[in-house]
């Protein structure tokens, strides 16, 4: 009678321990865990998206028809420099994707620093907008850098 | 071995509350650690000496909602430096807190009384002043702007007076 007595109170310890300690913190961890992943994961756009979202931004232009996709390059924070065609123009595309892909230089649309400064685009799109620049009109640039960060 | 049945209940009752009391507690948890509290109101920046209203900050449209935002900055035109100087010295400073500093939504202040005119070397004029990131982390950035040739260099050194970023822009203006 004793014995039972004392295993009835050891039960009811060891449950309100794990009710209120516990499980709370095995809780809080697993939500942790869950946010940081959320907060660092990396997603990347298919190119399907990317051509799907240019067209749409090109959708009432008069002077360029459907794009298809050349290449894509993802960079740093969800940032995309795009090269697309239509039927017979190449162009660069800049996109970012934060809460959804989003066109930030459409095709045809002139690149320069000024255009799209104070939107934080990565100056590796900028400096690889430039070797393009360079190889299609023989070295005459917007800009030069001297980039060494 | 026979287990009786008052046992096999009350295990079963604290596994059913133990469930019950982890999605309770996730779910509470999961709520508060992904609601953003933003701060709101007017907030004085010791660096830059100057209150900045943190509602306007929050209400900017823009695509990229990483971008850091400037406290005192605008005292820099009082020191002559034009516009189109302090377009390109702000986009740097986009990009070296985005992307060196990998500081999301930072704050980014001119500190008080640093601004320093160099010197001029023929038609280059040269000045620094410093920065502070998330009021700390101080840097000194040096730019060389000439404005008949419409070209300018940025330069951030940090703490220990160490060259961090560099880069070179031919001038457009708006």
Not at chain 1, 31 to 43: F, I, M, Q, R, V
Not at chain 2, 116 to 143: A, C, P, Q, T, W
Not at chain 2, 152 to 160: A, E, G, N, R
Request: proline share 2%; charged share 20%; with cysteine.
């Amino acid at each position: 009678m004793n014995n039972k007595k004392t295993l009835t109170k050891r039960f009811v310890v060891v449950s309100i321990f794990l009710l209120i300690v516990v499980i709370p913190f095995v809780a809080w961890l697993s939500a942790t865990y869950l946010h940081k992943s959320n907060l660092t994961s990396d997603t990347t756009v298919s190119n399907q998206k990317i051509v799907d979202v240019i067209n749409e931004y090109v959708k009432n232009s008069d002077f360029i028809g459907k794009v298809s996709l050349i290449s894509s390059t993802k960079y740093e924070q969800n940032w995309y420099l795009v090269r697309v065609k239509d039927s017979q123009v190449a162009y660069d595309v800049v996109l970012c994707d934060f809460d959804q892909p989003r066109v930030i230089i459409g095709p045809g649309e002139y690149l320069t620093q000024f255009n799209i400064s104070h939107m934080g685009v990565p100056y590796q799109i900028l400096d690889a907008l430039e070797v393009k620049d360079k190889e299609n009109s023989g070295g005459d640039s917007h800009e030069h850098t001297e980039y060494d960060s | 071995m026979n287990i009786p049945n008052t046992i096999v209940n009350r295990y079963t009752v604290l596994f059913v509350f133990c469930l019950t009391g982890f999605f309770f507690w996730f779910f509470m948890f999961s709520f508060f650690s992904n609601s953003e509290v933003r701060k709101t109101g007017d907030e004085y920046d010791k660096l830059s000496g100057v209150t900045v209203s943190l509602d306007a900050v929050n209400s900017a449209e823009t695509p990229n909602p990483n971008l850091p935002f400037f406290a005192g900055f605008e005292s820099l035109t009082d020191f002559g430096i034009s516009n189109d100087d302090l377009r390109y010295i702000q986009d740097v400073l986009i990009n070296f807190s985005l992307y060196n500093a990998h500081l999301k939504s930072a704050k980014i202040s001119f500190v008080k009384d640093s601004f320093k005119n160099e010197n001029i070397k023929g038609l280059d004029s040269v000045y620094s002043f410093r920065f502070g990131l998330n009021d700390s982390d101080i840097h000194l950035i040096r730019v060389t702007s000439n404005s008949v040739d419409r070209k300018i260099t940025i330069v951030i050194f940090d703490s220990s007076n160490k060259q961090v970023f560099r880069r070179g822009f031919d001038i457009y203006s708006v």
